[in-house]
């Protein structure tokens, strides 16, 4: 059950369920995804957006891809591929964490949310229920972002969500023969609670 909050700051939501907003809720892989993700393997702009181009995937590998992650269990260093789905169980986009450092408390991670559902919330929401889980749950402290200068929505995303400026490596990407910045965000668990109250502990 997701309850609505009259809250003015970030999310206007909290839920009974850790991994469920107010539109969108977070899932593991399941072998039978690898459909989808094969379709999406063939939108050159996402691809460009996340990575960069790579040669063409064959529907086997994206089988053998979605068998592997589909076992993931998260244990080890707290990597982890999400799947975003809508509540009605559309599958929409996905959520990575890596560079996972328990130690010293500290992650990353990568967003995709497909083209046509882009611009409906559902990346805002699953940073946000990704970030909730890794602050309060296993006990990080920081997540740093990496954003392709040409990206200018999600560059847009992160400023709304409350991420800093942390750097800038120049000339650092190159795509459609041209060389790209990487721009650094990061956010703190105490910005994360002060920007977005609903997500706060309880």
């Known amino acids: 059950m997701v309850h609505k909050t009259p809250s003015s700051e970030g999310a206007s939501w909290t839920s009974d369920d850790i991994w469920a907003g107010a539109h969108i809720r977070l899932r593991g892989v399941e072998h039978a995804d690898w459909e989808t993700h094969f379709l999406w393997d063939q939108d050159t702009n996402t691809a460009r957006g996340l990575d960069r181009l790579h040669f063409p995937r064959s529907r086997e590998v ?75 749950e296993l006990g990080y402290q920081k997540v740093t972002a990496t954003v392709y200068s040409f990206n200018m929505p999600s560059i847009s995303l992160h400023e709304r969500l409350g991420f800093q400026p942390e750097g800038r490596l120049r000339r650092t990407v190159y795509t459609q023969g041209q060389h790209f910045d990487e721009l650094l965000f990061g956010m703190t668990r105490e910005e994360f609670e002060a920007q977005h109250l609903s997500m706060r502990p309880a």
């Open 62 to 136: 994206a089988k053998q891809w979605s068998e592997r992650v589909s076992l993931q269990e998260g244990k080890v260093d707290d990597d982890f591929h999400f799947e975003i789905e809508t509540l009605a169980g559309e599958l929409v986009g996905s959520i990575g964490t890596h560079h996972c450092d328990r130690r010293v408390g500290t992650l990353s991670y990568g967003v995709a949310i497909r083209s046509e559902h882009m611009r409906k919330g559902y990346a805002s929401e699953a940073i946000l229920l990704v970030l909730r889980y890794y602050f309060h």
